[in-house]
Nanobody
Framework: QLQLVESGGGLVQPGGSLRLSCAASGVTVGYYAIGWFRQAPGKEREGVSCISTSGNIINYADSVQGRFTITRDNAKNTVYLQLNSLKPEDTAVYYC???????????????????WGQGTQVTVSS
């Protein structure tokens, strides 16, 4: 059974960086397309980025394009989200999600994913 565990969140100043990890256990993550989402207090869950099983198809939300980078290391069963040039509006709980398909169309929609992690808090504040 697939389990996803996010880590790497924390408190960072505006302009700073963090690297989030999504570690999978129970299955080989290489069979799963992965999405990263975030949810701020009082707001709906928002798709941030997503990646196909091969890593060749990647999408970003407009709000993070050019600042965030998604990668995956299937040998380590882990997907990463590098967060650079962080802004206070990036503050949220960040979740990774997985679906057993090579590629998820409209992959920034949360309803596309069957498996979710518990989330990691990212706070951007001076």
């Amino acid at each position: 059974q697939l389990q996803l565990v996010e880590s790497g969140g924390g408190l960072v100043q505006p302009g700073g960086s963090l690297r989030l990890s999504c570690a999978a256990s129970g299955v080989t993550v290489g069979y799963y397309a992965i999405g990263w989402f975030r949810q701020a207090p009082g707001k709906e869950r928002e798709g941030v980025s997503c990646i196909s099983t091969s890593g060749n198809i990647i999408n970003y939300a407009d709000s993070v394009q050019g600042r965030f980078t998604i990668t995956r290391d299937n040998a380590k069963n882990t997907v990463y989200l590098q967060l650079n040039s962080l802004k206070p509006e990036d503050t949220a709980v960040y979740y990774c999600a997985a679906d057993r398909r090579p590629y998820v169309s409209a992959c920034l929609h949360a309803s596309k994913y069957a498996h979710w992690g518990q989330g990691t808090q990212v706070t951007v504040s001076s």
